[in-house]
């Protein structure tokens, strides 16, 4: 009995032994969750009988005491402290606290730390994608514990079904982008462990690579003392950048009062001079294309010409001196030779025609930029001033030859040495001269039959009563013309008037004042008799007398009947032929008639008399011409006609009416009558049928009876 007392009590200080020799780690659980980047600490201790030795982390690494490291241990007085500052990932697994009792027998226990890693989202909110190619939608999702990831499309949030889109780790991958894919992504991650979810919007943007630019310079481009407008143009999406260089990278910055001025794609150079040449640059990118590409473009500032002014040249024409020529340059003393071109033009703007001794010599453009204008020899026409134009791609510039040539005035016309009138009736006399320098025009009345004399009586307007006017105007660059208006009396005639120009040398044109004569016959070509009226086709006389005709005068009578003389006038309208109408006869009656012109000369011959008789009377003679007839629309039709005779009496009525036509030269009944005014020569009918063929018969009636067409 003692024995097995004895036995009991070893084993129950055994068992004391044994309990008191195991260590504690506080928090108690086995497994704790704590938040990423918290602190965190945990505490190992035993009895008097045991001791602590160290921790371990998951990674096998024996825990040192320093405060200074993010992991420590701190030393208690029956454990270790175990202190974590900022927890991460690393952190997670299975923390062992290593000890030992008095007998050297080595104690462990274990402490699993989760950490816990919220939802995160790893990816650009704004991201690119180039259409017609494969391209990955990059959303990496970071979460402790692991989350499930699921994507949607549209701010509607549908999701993807497509075969087009394949989830990856990494993000989403689209295998061929289309214009649909420019929207809006969504990439939701969910814990179901935690209960967590998230959605992290992704906007997809259709984008394209930067193609191959290019510098353009606005027309006109770099003209001297003017703005250079300098433009990139490029494609790609999103839209591009753009950075300005010049020469060997210099970069152009923005500045919106220095002599360059960045605008976008633009680049615009104030006040450009020849320093600005150079080599320019653009480099093009955009947020997809960041590299982007680069365009060059050599700027070459253009200068507008400048001409050297050209020295008058003066020439004296004379008939006993030789022939004498003259010679202008057109020379460029600046500007561009770049697209230059020296052109002689006259004063209306077009070029001078290399003809009658005017040569253009242009052999020395190239080389030494002048080309010069030769006249071998100089003639009186060449008188006048030449331009000479420059232009380049900057701008047009022109300088004036003046060329004076002096001559003896030149009668250029009109040609008529002989003058008629009859007195008091105003004669008209003309002269034109070419001269250089102007000259003094003076109208002589000359001595009788004297030609080509310095004598005679210089016509003064205010002195002499037989002057009406006269009139000196210059009509162009070298030509003047002079007109006398007189108005002769009976001695006048026959004396020789003289128009005469001085410069100081002498040019002059004669001219004869003689009496005008009545003209001579009419001549008739046709007489038509009609009922009541005979129609008379006559020419003016060959001869007229030196006056314009005024009038035809026509004298007829009915034969057999005294005193039944009757005269009429028509006004002369023109030299041509004209027709003449005697109206108002007796039908079938005998007339005799003589006609003759008047002038202020007088009246004219008489013409042989014509006796003829005028026709029966008649019923009106009347047309109607397919191509008077329109009609207006489904309904109505305008219907003319041309009345070429009354008949020899009166029109007392007009009627009108029609029927339809049915196949071949089937007329169905006529309409009533529709009378209208006799002298009325159209007439609208109305309220046809549609697609239907009319007959349409108009009637004119006088006293003989009725005409109808």
């Not at 005998?590 to 008789?613: D, E, N, T, V």
């Amino acid at each position: 009995m003692q024995i097995i007392t004895h036995i009991s009590i070893l084993f129950i200080i055994f068992l004391i032994n044994n309990l008191y020799a195991e260590l504690v780690i506080k928090p108690s659980e086995s497994v704790v969750l704590r938040d990423q980047f918290k602190s965190f600490v945990a505490s190992c201790t035993g009895l008097p009988n045991t001791r602590v030795a160290s921790w371990r982390s998951p990674l096998q690494i024996d825990i040192k005491e320093d405060d200074t490291a993010r992991v420590t241990v701190e030393r208690q007085t029956y454990g270790l402290r175990l202190r974590i500052r900022n927890l991460t990932r690393s952190d997670q697994g299975i923390w062992e606290c290593l000890g030992s009792d008095l007998a050297g027998r080595p104690l462990m226990r274990t402490l699993q730390i989760n950490v816990k890693v919220p939802i995160t989202f790893l990816g650009e909110p704004i991201q690119y994608a180039e259409l017609d190619s494969a391209v990955l939608i990059k959303c990496r999702v970071l979460a402790n514990p692991s989350a499930e990831v699921s994507w949607f499309k549209g701010y509607d949030k549908t999701r993807l079904t497509s075969s087009n889109y394949e989830r990856s780790n990494d993000g989403l991958k689209i295998h061929r982008v289309s214009l649909a894919d420019n929207d809006l992504f969504w990439c939701q991650a969910d814990v179901l462990e935690t209960g967590e979810s998230k959605d992290y919007p992704i906007q997809v943007i259709i984008a394209q690579p930067i193609t191959s630019p290019r510098i353009v310079c606005a027309a006109p481009c770099a003209v001297e003392k003017q703005t250079a407008t300098l433009i990139c143009e490029a494609g790609g999406m999103p839209p591009p950048q753009f950075l300005w260089f010049y020469g060997q990278d210099v970069p152009i910055g923005i500045n919106v009062i220095s002599k360059f001025v960045v605008r976008g794609n633009t680049l615009i150079i104030n006040y450009v001079d020849e320093t600005d040449n150079g080599r320019y640059s653009c480099q093009v990118f955009n947020d997809y294309d960041r590299r982007g590409q680069r365009a060059e473009y050599m700027l070459n500032v253009i200068v507008p010409p400048r001409l050297a002014p050209i020295p008058s040249i003066k020439i004296n024409l004379d008939e006993t001196t030789p022939p004498q020529r003259a010679v202008f340059t057109c020379r460029v003393l600046r500007g561009s030779a770049e697209s230059l071109t020296l052109e002689w033009v006259l004063n209306d703007g077009t070029p001078v025609q290399p003809i009658n001794g005017i040569s253009i010599d242009v052999s020395q453009l190239a080389l030494n930029r002048f080309v010069e204008l030769r006249f071998d020899p100089v003639r009186r026409e060449h008188h006048g001033n030449y331009t000479c134009l420059a232009k380049n791609l900057a701008d047009i510039t022109s300088t004036v030859a003046n060329l004076f040539v002096e001559y003896k005035p030149v009668f250029i016309g009109p040609e008529k040495p002989v003058i008629f009138s009859v007195p008091n009736y105003r004669a008209i006399m003309k002269c034109q001269f070419d001269s250089y320098p102007p000259p003094t025009i003076q109208w002589i009345r000359m001595i009788r039959r004297l030609i080509d004399s310095d004598d005679g009586h210089v016509l003064i307007q205010d002195n002499d009563p037989q002057v009406i006017d006269i009139l000196t105007r210059q009509i162009g660059s070298t030509l003047y013309e002079t007109q006398l208006t007189y108005n002769p009396l009976e001695q006048d005639f026959g004396l020789i008037f003289e128009c005469r120009a001085i410069n100081p040398r002498i040019g002059r044109y004669s001219m004869h004042l003689r009496l005008a004569e009545p003209p001579q016959q009419v001549r008739v070509v046709e007489v038509k008799p009609k009922s009541n009226s005979i129609q008379l086709n006559i020419q003016p006389p060959l001869e007229i007398g030196g006056l314009p005709l005024l009038e035809y005068l026509i004298n007829y009578e009915q034969i057999g009947a005294p005193h039944s003389l009757k005269t009429l006038t028509f006004p002369v309208t023109s030299n041509e032929p004209q027709s003449l109408l005697i109206e108002s006869l007796q039908p079938a009656t005998f007339y005799r008639i003589q006609l003759m012109a008047k002038s202020r000369a007088g009246q004219g011959s008489l013409s042989i008399p014509y006796q003829l008789k005028t026709l029966d009377r008649q019923v009106p003679q009347f047309k109607i011409l397919s191509s008077d007839i329109s009609c207006l629309d489904d309904q109505s039709c305008l219907i003319k006609w041309i009345i070429e005779s009354d008949g020899g009496s009166p029109i007392s009525r007009t009627e009108i009416s029609y029927a339809k036509v049915r196949g071949v030269n089937v007329v169905e009944e006529w309409s009533p009558a529709i009378q209208i005014e006799p002298l009325i020569n159209e007439f609208e009918l109305k309220g046809l049928q549609t697609d239907t063929n009319y007959m349409i018969r108009v009637r004119l009636f006088n006293e003989a009876g009725l005409g109808e067409q």
